[in-house]
């Protein structure tokens, strides 16, 4: 089955920096991955997603980019701010079945 | 996106009581439904997959019989906690799968005294 690795756990950055978060997986044959921000006591929020043929998408501050060949996408936000303190989560899915796989989260900091 | 709500948002019990959670997708119908146990500082932890009209699938080491999931309708799925005891205590998420994307509802926290 797929595998879906996050890195890193933890990310502090200071208010206005970016910050980056990679995750792998080792599925071909997923083609859809999604983000999803948790803030405390809540459950997780579509945030950005993309899929397996583009290898780039952006939302305002928020990017997501693909590599496929070596099967890592990663998750860029530009000029933070404390309310982008939270968890975020990576997923992979294959269109051919309905099961996500998730990546353990990152919890992201940021510091005014 | 997608709007999923769940009910109750908190709740509170003895043990030995069971305690029903309920998920809804507002605004389109889901032909799958997931539930998820969450614990403090942790990922999502997949405990059942849930297909209307048909019976849950379960992940290994969840007990089916303990945690009843029903899915009667393309909107609503139910997750029964029978017996809960305070190992039990833990946030639930449940989210709702339609047209390639899944939506989470905004999650359940379960206290067992």
């Known amino acids: 089955g797929e595998n879906v690795e996050q890195h890193p756990s933890t990310l502090s950055v200071q208010e206005g920096?970016?910050?980056?978060?990679?995750?792998t997986y080792s599925d071909s044959a997923s083609n859809y991955f999604p983000w999803y921000k948790q803030e405390l006591g809540k459950g997780p929020q579509l945030i950005i997603d993309i899929r397996s043929n583009v290898g780039e998408k952006k939302d305002q501050r928020i990017a997501v980019t693909l590599n496929k060949t070596?099967?890592?996408?990663?998750?860029?936000?530009?000029?933070?701010q404390p309310e982008d303190s939270a968890v975020y989560f990576c997923a992979a899915n294959a269109n051919t079945g309905n099961q996500f796989y998730f990546g353990t989260g990152t919890s992201l900091t940021v510091i005014p | 996106g997608a709007v999923v709500s769940q009910h109750p948002s908190r709740v509170i019990c003895k043990s030995g009581t069971s305690v029903k959670i309920e998920c809804r997708s507002l605004d389109f119908q889901a032909t799958t439904m997931f539930w998820y146990r969450q614990f403090p500082k942790q990922s999502l932890m997949l405990m059942a997959?849930?297909?209307?009209?048909s019976k849950a699938t379960y992940e290994q080491g969840v007990e089916k019989d303990k945690f009843l999931i029903n899915h009667a309708s393309l909107t609503l799925s139910t997750l029964t906690v029978t017996s809960a005891h305070p190992e039990d205590s833990s946030f639930y998420i449940c989210s709702a799968y339609g047209q390639g994307e899944q939506f989470f509802g905004p999650g359940t926290r379960l206290t067992v005294l």
Do not use: M, R
Not at chain 1, 17 to 23: E, F, H, L, P, T
Not at chain 1, 70 to 80: D, G, N, V
């Open chain 2, 49 to 53: 997959t849930s297909n209307e009209g």
């Open chain 1, 70 to 80: 070596a099967k890592h996408f990663s998750l860029h936000i530009t000029e933070t």
């Open chain 1, 17 to 23: 920096d970016s910050a980056v978060i990679k995750c």
